[in-house]
Structure formats: structure tokens, C-alpha cells
């Protein structure tokens, strides 16, 4: 049987190229994405590419409770069930911690934190009755280290990097694996929307001399929902060009 996979955020960016990806190599892809319009494109597409059996959309804001609910009701219904969930969506929210109104700082916590409680509150149950499957959210390296001017999007993404290994624990008895990838500064539309100044900033920062692309992330994303990553579980996957391996002491 085909394995079916849901994708968060799948308009645009890693999310794309991570359903592009798995319907590549023969999955069926749930895509969800706050936006409708987009997301409705890319159906129209990806069925026009000869997807229509393996593709659908449900237009779904992934940090409201009534909208997953809908969104797995309308899984279950399209393709019997789900053997992995990407919690891709996210957003960011600069500024020093002071600078960030509570608004800002609650809808970067729901996007970015809260929907992967919904998903697994709606679908857990599902994967644990069908014996075993994989969710993979996209973290952050920021998660695991911080930023200047980054106060709040560290804390959503390290609050990701951590829950996953408590899932990891909770679930692996149920041969559910959990793992994050943990991507830096990444060529999406959303980043490359920057100054050009900007992102070549991060081009300059990075030891391989540029920025990572969508479709690396989304091989990471694949390698860690399939079978290909089996041993491997509460990992945090960075998908960075080495950004992080500096001590920080100067050239010699």
C-alpha cells in the first residue's frame, strides 16, 4: 500500500518541495496550508502533473483546534489514515524580548509550538491503532542556539527541539518515531524576500558559502518520515552547511 503523509505549510517553500518530493517517490500527500488560494493552485497543479490520485488539499489553519480536527476527519476520509505527519508550518517574529507585543509572541508559539500538540492530538491515536508511524516538525537551528534580535522565535523553536524528544520517549513504544530537522537560513521565498544585502549576509556566514535550498531540506525531511531513518528517533537533523560547528575564535 501506499504511504501517505501529511505536510503543513505545503504552498510554498520546504513544505513544496517536501510534497513534490514524496509524491517523486510514490507517496500520497495530505497538503495543508493556512492559505487557500495557493494551496488550491498547487492542487490544480500537481494533478495537472498527474497527481490527481495521490494529491489532495485541505485548507487548514494548523493552530486551531477545530481546523486540525477537520483536517484529520478529511484525511481519513481521502486516504484511510496517515503514516507520517511534517509539521512544517511556521512563522517568525523578530525583535528584542521587549520589543515583541503578546500578540506577536502567542501566534508565533501557536504556529510554530501548538500545532504539533494538535496534530498529534488528532492523529496519535490513529498511528498508534495502525501500529506504529513518523512525524518530522521543522525546528530550527535556532532552536538550538540563539540569535540577536531573535528572542521569540528561539524560544518557539527551542520549545520544538525539546518536545520532540519527549515524544520520542512517550511514543516509541508504539513504533512511533519522532525527530525534527533543523534547518538554517534557507533560499525560500519567504527569506530570499530580504534585502539582497541581507541574505547575502548569511551567504557569507555559512562554511559551505551559501544559504541551504528547499529541496535539501525537504530530503532530510523524507530521510527521517521513512523507513530509510529507522534507528533514528528524538534527533535534531541540521540542515545547515556546518553553521554551528564554530567555537567562535578567529582565523588563525
Not at 533543523?182 to 556566514?205: G, I, K, S, W
Amino acid at each position: 500500500m501506499m504511504k501517505r503523509v501529511l505536510i503543513s505549510g505545503v504552498s510554498s517553500g520546504m513544505g513544496l518541495s517536501a510534497a513534490r518530493l514524496f509524491l517523486q517517490r510514490g507517496w500520497r500527500v495530505m497538503g495543508a496550508d493556512r492559505n487557500e488560494q495557493a494551496g488550491r493552485a498547487l492542487r490544480d497543479e500537481l494533478h495537472a502533473d498527474g497527481y490527481a490520485e495521490s494529491f489532495r488539499f485541505c485548507a487548514c489553519n494548523v493552530a486551531s483546534d477545530a481546523d486540525v480536527a477537520r483536517l484529520h476527519t478529511y484525511t481519513v476520509q481521502e486516504f484511510g489514515g496517515i503514516d507520517s505527519i511534517i509539521n512544517n508550518a511556521g512563522i517568525f517574529v523578530g525583535g528584542e524580548l521587549h520589543e515583541v507585543s503578546e500578540e506577536d509572541w502567542q501566534r508565533v508559539f501557536d504556529v510554530d509550538v501548538k500545532a504539533i500538540y494538535l496534530t498529534a492530538k488528532h492523529f496519535v491515536p490513529d498511528m498508534i491503532r495502525n501500529g506504529g508511524g513518523t512525524i518530522v516538525n521543522t525546528a530550527s537551528v535556532s532552536g538550538l542556539c540563539g540569535d540577536y534580535h531573535m528572542a521569540a522565535y528561539n524560544a518557539a523553536k527551542g520549545a520544538a527541539v525539546n518536545l520532540a524528544r519527549a515524544m520520542a520517549l512517550d511514543y516509541g513504544k508504539y513504533n512511533i518515531r519522532v525527530n525534527n530537522v533543523c534547518p538554517a537560513a534557507c533560499a525560500t521565498p519567504m527569506f530570499l524576500a530580504n534585502p539582497p544585502e541581507v541574505v547575502e549576509q548569511f551567504h557569507r556566514a555559512n562554511p559551505l558559502g551559501r544559504i541551504c535550498t528547499s529541496d535539501e531540506v525537504a530530503k532530510a525531511m523524507y530521510f527521517l518520515a521513512s523507513d530509510e531513518s529507522s534507528s533514528c528517533n528524538g534527533i535534531n537533523l541540521e540542515v545547515s552547511g556546518g553553521l554551528n560547528i564554530h567555537t567562535g575564535q578567529p582565523v588563525q
